[in-house]
């Protein structure tokens, strides 16, 4: 499978010089890789968070995953997090007690940039998504920079206490998650001896006051798949919110990049 990524790879934009699995490129506050599909251009892309411990070329070996996306026409950035105190492995620097090494938002946004201009990507129509801590990562980032991304898509991770107490603007969110998930339960759960996850249900309710919307309650629900799905509809106008529940445990689950892009392209259109 890794030799069909290069050579998907070698079949894009080549002259860019980085992005294959194993040549990352680098950007002055780090790296990222990338894969593009085999033909055309002004591709819109999927920028995935890796987990704990995770790397860029650790995202590009989820080949279901990946394969989906590029089937679907859409680039795929694995950005790669900081390395861990212990070097193994890599995290995200999003925790809300002073201490970050990085600003990660801007970090993010500046691949978003970079990988716009050397693969030849839609810089309007990139979806953030991410898994366990990277889900984390991509909340705090729909938080605080609501429109540096198309739409945000974390799965099994959310807000940290202590939650934030407001969002800088309306989001276009799907927040998936595994109702048997202990790693990172829907309620959270203490991490060490002074970090805990938050919790999801609280995180949704940011959410609804983020956006506006009228009733606590969904007033919109769907099955597709093993996916349950609670929607917010009245809400600010363009923006989008949605909650899809299955009963996995900790992961990515089959067909999630589906659900992904299929909620993605039928978002309204972003008013100006």
């Known amino acids: 499978m890794r030799l069909a990524g290069l050579l998907i790879m070698l079949a894009g934009p080549a002259a860019a010089g980085c992005g294959t699995v194993d040549a990352a490129c680098d950007i002055a506050s780090g790296s990222y ?7 055309g251009t002004d591709f819109p892309a999927v920028m995935f968070l890796h987990g704990w ?37 890599r995290t995200w620097d999003f925790y809300p007690d002073g201490t970050a090494k990085r600003d990660e938002t801007a970090f993010l ?17 990139i979806l953030l998504a991410g898994f366990s801590i990277g889900g984390s990562m991509t909340s705090y980032v729909a938080c605080a920079e609501p429109t540096s991304f198309a739409a945000f898509a974390p799965v099994a991770g959310s807000f940290w206490r202590p939650h934030p107490t407001v969002c800088a603007g309306p989001v276009r969110l799907l927040h998936t998650h595994g109702w048997t998930d202990s790693t990172v339960p829907l309620e959270g759960r203490m991490i060490g001896d002074y970090r805990q996850q ?75």
């Not at 995953?65 to 070097?87: E, K, N, T």
């Not at 946004?109 to 129509?125: E, K, P, Q, V, Y």
């Open 33 to 39: 890789h990338i894969e593009v599909p085999a033909n």
């Open 109 to 125: 946004m500046a691949i978003a940039d970079d990988a716009t201009d050397r693969f030849n990507l839609d810089r309007s129509h």
């Open 198 to 272: 938050g919790d999801v249900f609280a995180a949704m309710e940011i959410w609804r006051a983020t956006n506006g919307c009228a009733n606590q309650d969904p007033d919109s629900f769907g099955k597709t798949g093993i996916f349950w799905l609670r929607r917010w509809t009245n809400c600010t106008p363009s923006s989008a919110l949605e909650f899809a529940l299955h009963q996995g445990s900790h992961g990515v689950p089959k067909g999630w990049a589906t659900l992904a892009l299929d909620w993605f392209e039928a978002l309204p259109a972003q008013q100006p």
């Open 53 to 89: 411990g995770g790397s860029g070329t650790g995202t590009l070996s989820n080949r279901g995953m990946v394969d989906a996306f590029l089937a679907r026409g859409y680039a795929v950035i694995a950005p790669d997090g900081q390395l861990r105190q212990s070097g193994e492995g």
